[in-house]
C-alpha cells in the first residue's frame, strides 16, 4: 500500500529539509497561536518556498476566518488545507470551494460513537484526519501526543482516504498499522524533543519505521494472494 507520511508542525529549515529528505510525504505547518508549533506568515512564506515542489504542503488551521485562510495560502503557497477545528461540513465545503485547495478534515476520536460524522464529512473533504479527542481543559485540539484506541478504526471503510494520527512515535505506529490498516500516518509531538522542537533523529527514525511496517504489510498480504 502506498503510505502516506505526514510530519506536521515542523517550524525550522533545517528539521523540514530532514523530513523531506527522508521520505515525508507531507509537511505541515500549524496556524494556531497557542500551539508551540505555531508560525508567522513570514516563516511559513520561507518554509513554503523552501518546501516548494519537494512535498505536498499542508496548512493546519483552527477556525479560521476566510481572510486568515486566504493570508495562509498567499505566504505557504500550501497543497492542502487542514480544518482541525469544529468545521462543520458545510464549512469544509466553503472552504474547499472558495480557496480551491484539497481539505483534509480532522476527527476527534475517544469512542466508537466520535465515528459517525464521517458519513457527512467524507462527502464534502478529500481526506480525512482521525486524532486523539483532546481533554476538556486542553490549550488546543490537537498536537497533544495522546493515542486512543486503534481498534476503532479495523476495518474501516471510507469514501475518501484518510490519515492516523494521535500519539504516534517510532516505537508505535508499526502496531498502530498493522491494527488499522490505514493509507496515512501524522505525527508531531513524537518527534520532537521538547513541545515545538523537532528532533532529526526521531523524524528519520519515525519514517523509517513506518516505511518499514508498511513493507512488511504488503509483504504478508502479497504472500496470503500468492503469485
Ligand atoms: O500540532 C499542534 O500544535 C496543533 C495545534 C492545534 C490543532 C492541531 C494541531 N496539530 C494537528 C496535527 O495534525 C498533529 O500532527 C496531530 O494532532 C497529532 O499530534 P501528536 O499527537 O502530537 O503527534
Redesign the pocket.
Known sequence: MALTI?I??LRTPETLDVAIESGADQV?F?F?P?????LGLEAARLLGARAQGRAQK?A?T?DASNDAIAAIVAALKPDML?L??NETPERVAVVRSRFGLPVMK?LPIATRADLSPIREFDKVADRL?F??RAPQDAT????????FDWTLLAGLKTGVPYML?????AGNVAEALRITRAPGV???????RA??EKDPDRIRAFIRAARAADAALDEKVSAKVGP
Open positions: 505526514k506536521c508542525g505541515g500549524v494556531f497557542p500551539s508551540p508549533r505555531s499542508v493546519l483552527v487542514q482541525h477545528g480532522a484526519l486524532d486523539a488546543r485540539p490537537g498536537g497533544l501526543g495522546k493515542t494520527s494521535g500519539g504516534l512515535d501524522d505525527v508531531s509531538s513524537g518527534v520532537e513541545p515545538g
